[in-house]
């Protein structure tokens, strides 16, 4: 029920008589009505105790939209967009090892991982690869185009091999604090179909010219599986502590 109100003047010399009070009164009345929006979580929205509910959604039909029996709203009725990127991991090394991604979201359209990273393997570089679920299956191919000071070379893998390659990065013998970069994309990582992935990847090991290379991947893993884990490993050894691995949800 209205409240009765007697016109008043705010400090700003605006009046405010009773119907507008009663207006301002039951807007605060219906939104203390609507239920708790829920907690995005990963780029998901989820009640705050799961399960069925209904709430209020400017996009959605009559104004609401029903969380599944999970608690997750509908993609397409979210009440913004979803975001066009998120982070799922960040993982920083802090003894020497490898990464191992487990349990990726489904949630969103493609994968991109950034690695910042350095071998511990006597060598002045070390060839990264990655592999998909723990399949050490003979199930991926890559080409890649690479370039040295000024020499152009290119390889490809002829047969199936049992991981898949992103780069060249740094290595123990390289100069102290050199690493090697890597960008890599995997696009539709949950669809049924095989799954392709690109690379940059750039590594430094001496200061002077011909000491750096900048390699160029593509590749294939030759499954229809979701993606729900990234393992990267060196090809000898390990990567030392302080080596970095980002990887994003991509929208």
Do not use: C
Request: aromatic letters at 8%.
């Amino acid at each position: 029920m209205a409240l009765p109100y007697v016109r008043t003047t705010w400090a700003n010399g605006m009046p405010i008589d009773p119907p507008r009070m009663n207006n301002i009164e039951q807007g605060l009345v219906d939104l203390d009505a609507l239920p708790d929006l829920p907690t995005p979580v990963n780029g998901s929205w989820l009640t705050a105790s799961g399960g069925a509910a209904v709430w209020r959604a400017p996009n959605a039909p009559n104004g609401t939209v029903q969380l599944d029996g999970s608690g997750l709203v509908p993609v397409a009725q979210m009440p913004y967009p979803a975001p066009a990127m998120v982070k799922f991991a960040d993982v920083v090394l802090g003894s020497a090892g490898t990464f191992d991604i487990q349990s990726i979201p489904a949630t969103a359209i493609h994968l991109m991982m950034r690695l910042v990273v350095r071998g511990d393997t006597a060598a002045v570089n070390v060839a990264t690869y990655l592999r998909f679920n723990n399949d050490s299956s003979a199930q991926y191919f890559a080409l890649y185009l690479q370039n040295n000071a000024t020499t152009p070379t290119a390889g490809e893998d002829t047969a199936a091999i049992a991981n898949g390659l992103l780069g060249v990065v740094s290595a123990a013998s390289a100069v102290a604090s050199y690493h090697g970069d890597i960008t890599v994309n995997i696009g539709d990582y949950t669809a049924a179909k095989t799954k392709n992935w690109t690379s940059l990847a750039h590594s430094l090991w001496a200061a002077g010219t011909g000491s750096h290379t900048i390699r160029f991947v593509g590749g294939v893993w030759a499954s229809a599986a979701a993606i729900n884990r990234i393992q990267v490993i060196p090809a000898a050894g390990s990567f030392i502590a302080g080596s970095r691995l980002t990887l994003y949800g991509l929208n």
